[in-house]
């Protein structure tokens, strides 16, 4: 168990719907970071957030958009969703600038 | 962004024999990680490393952080079933974003 919990665990949707997946960090760490993981893909940065404030934006799409609160949870939101947003969603953590990322079980997206 | 290069794409090998794979970069990096990735799980972090030169161990598994800090290599000895997975190199700038490589799939022939 790395610590990083991620929910809903499945999320199935239709084209042009918004959602919300939500990741709760370990405890203590301050940065969490969302990937995008698409079939037989590797993992694709999205963005960073440190301590409630964006650090770094990889690849997110405009119709994407997240959020680190006050708890340090964060939320990874996707709207007018495309049958090509289907993916798994990561979310990982870490305690500061030299710690390793610890990824959550991800939430598996899939827009119908 | 940044390109890792990570090689083999795939492995097929018998249960017993010792694996290599490796990772490479045309950028430096500080800090070089090893993940293993099951189905529809999250990668599980295998070994850390913070220096050039290093090598680290973790049970079967022993990684080097590459002298010229470009690449980093993951050694499995005496392979078991449930080394099958995805593994991947991920290499980072002090305080800034990982990059991942593209993946090894190890299969494990009992």
């Known amino acids: 168990d790395s610590g990083v919990t991620q929910t809903p665990k499945h999320l199935i949707t239709a084209t042009g719907q918004r959602v919300t997946l939500r990741c709760s960090p370990r405890?203590?760490?301050?940065?969490v970071y969302w990937y995008q993981q698409s079939l037989d893909q590797g993992l694709q940065f999205l963005i960073q957030?440190?301590?409630?404030?964006?650090?770094a934006k990889g690849n997110i799409l405009e119709r994407f958009s997240a959020q680190q609160f006050p708890d340090l949870h964060s939320e990874l939101n996707l709207s007018s969703l495309e049958l090509g947003d289907s993916a798994l969603y990561f979310c990982?953590?870490?305690?500061?600038?030299?710690?390793?990322?610890?990824f959550g079980n991800g939430t598996r997206l899939t827009v119908t | 962004g940044q390109q890792l290069n990570q090689s083999p794409q795939s492995m097929f090998i018998q249960e017993g024999e010792d694996v290599s794979m490796n990772c490479t970069s045309s950028?430096?990096?500080?800090?070089w990680l090893w993940y293993k990735q099951d189905p529809g799980e999250g990668p599980v972090l295998l070994i850390a490393?913070?220096?050039?030169?290093e090598l680290t161990s973790n049970g079967r598994l022993t990684a080097q952080f590459g002298i010229t800090r470009k690449d980093s290599f993951l050694n499995i000895s005496a392979s078991i079933p449930s080394d099958v997975g995805i593994y991947f190199c991920?290499?980072?700038?002090?305080?800034?974003?990982?990059?991942f490589g593209t993946g090894t799939s190890l299969t494990v022939i009992p």
């Open positions: 990982a953590s870490s305690a500061g600038q030299v710690s390793p990322l610890h």
């Open positions: 405890s203590g760490d301050l940065s």
């Open positions: 957030y440190y301590n409630g404030e964006e650090r």
């Open positions: 950028s430096i990096f500080n800090t």
């Open positions: 490393l913070y220096k050039a030169g």
């Open positions: 991920a290499g980072q700038l002090t305080g800034n974003q990982f990059y």
